[in-house]
């Protein structure tokens, strides 16, 4: 493993710049790596969680959990219909990218930024503005959210004093970068993940 603080590291992709920021463009393969679709599955889960909770909380106050109960195969249907419709929109959305998420990233002793590559970020534009304006038609808010968090989520960054846990997942060769109040993903090749999150672990003191 190379040293924490390598002023020379030059690894397969990782560069140190002149300016003594580390740059890389990395290309993940979104058929192999599956923590995008499993990052927006979580998302929607969350607020498919919520609209559960908030369906049968009268119920639950009283105690009477025979409407929920009765309920569960219809959760359980709606649940299957999510998964099947999401992975088909993933392909899909995978499919206008070439099934390469491409990202360029940005890190020094502050932070790191992640942010995809210029033709992908018209490629999301054009898709989430297609579905903003699918859902507007349709009436329907939640597609006109999703297509512009696809569209406007182009880029993220992140501050090493307020990461709280780092989370990698090195057959995915992803590091999982959390604030409390933002998610990052960090994407490298396999010869620089050691390289990139002990770098990212000597600066988050904070982190667990």
Same mark, same amino acid.
């Given at each position: 493993?190379?040293?924490?603080?390598?002023?020379?590291?030059?690894?397969?992709?990782? *560069?140190?710049?002149?300016? +003594?920021?580390?740059?890389?463009?990395? %290309?993940?393969?979104?058929?192999?790596?599956?923590?995008?679709?499993?990052?927006?599955?979580?998302?929607?889960?969350?607020?498919?969680?919520?609209?559960?909770?908030?369906?049968?909380?009268?119920?639950?106050?009283?105690?009477? $959990?025979?409407?929920? @109960?009765?309920?569960?195969?219809?959760?359980?249907?709606?649940?299957?219909? $999510?998964?099947?419709?999401?992975?088909?929109?993933?392909?899909?959305?995978?499919?206008?990218?070439?099934?390469?998420?491409?990202?360029? $990233?940005?890190?020094?002793?502050?932070?790191?930024?992640?942010?995809?590559?210029?033709?992908?970020?018209?490629?999301? *534009?054009?898709? +989430?503005?297609?579905?903003?304006? +699918?859902?507007?038609?349709?009436?329907? %808010? +939640?597609?006109?959210?999703?297509?512009?968090?696809?569209?406007?989520?182009?880029?993220?960054?992140?501050?090493?004093?307020?990461?709280?846990?780092?989370?990698?997942? *090195?057959?995915?060769?992803?590091?999982?970068?959390?604030? %409390?109040?933002?998610?990052?993903?960090?994407?490298?090749?396999?010869?620089?993940?050691?390289?990139?999150?002990?770098? @990212?672990?000597?600066?988050? %003191?904070?982190?667990?």
């Amino acid at each position: 493993m190379p040293p924490l603080e390598s002023p020379s590291y030059q690894g397969q992709t990782v *560069r140190l710049c002149t300016d +003594g920021k580390y740059r890389w463009t990395y %290309p993940m393969n979104m058929l192999k790596n599956p923590s995008v679709y499993l990052t927006v599955c979580k998302i929607f889960g969350a607020i498919g969680g919520v609209a559960f909770f908030v369906a049968y909380i009268s119920d639950v106050v009283v105690g009477d $959990f025979t409407s929920m @109960i009765s309920d569960l195969p219809y959760w359980g249907i709606a649940i299957l219909v $999510f998964i099947a419709i999401s992975l088909l929109a993933y392909l899909i959305v995978a499919a206008q990218y070439g099934y390469k998420y491409i990202v360029s $990233f940005t890190m020094d002793e502050s932070g790191i930024i992640h942010e995809q590559v210029a033709a992908q970020k018209k490629v999301a *534009r054009k898709i +989430g503005g297609m579905l903003a304006s +699918g859902g507007a038609l349709a009436a329907s %808010p +939640g597609r006109v959210g999703q297509g512009m968090l696809i569209a406007n989520h182009t880029s993220l960054s992140s501050d090493f004093s307020k990461v709280r846990s780092i989370k990698p997942l *090195r057959r995915w060769h992803t590091i999982k970068v959390n604030e %409390p109040l933002a998610k990052n993903q960090v994407y490298t090749s396999p010869e620089d993940f050691d390289f990139v999150l002990s770098y @990212i672990r000597s600066h988050c %003191p904070k982190a667990k």
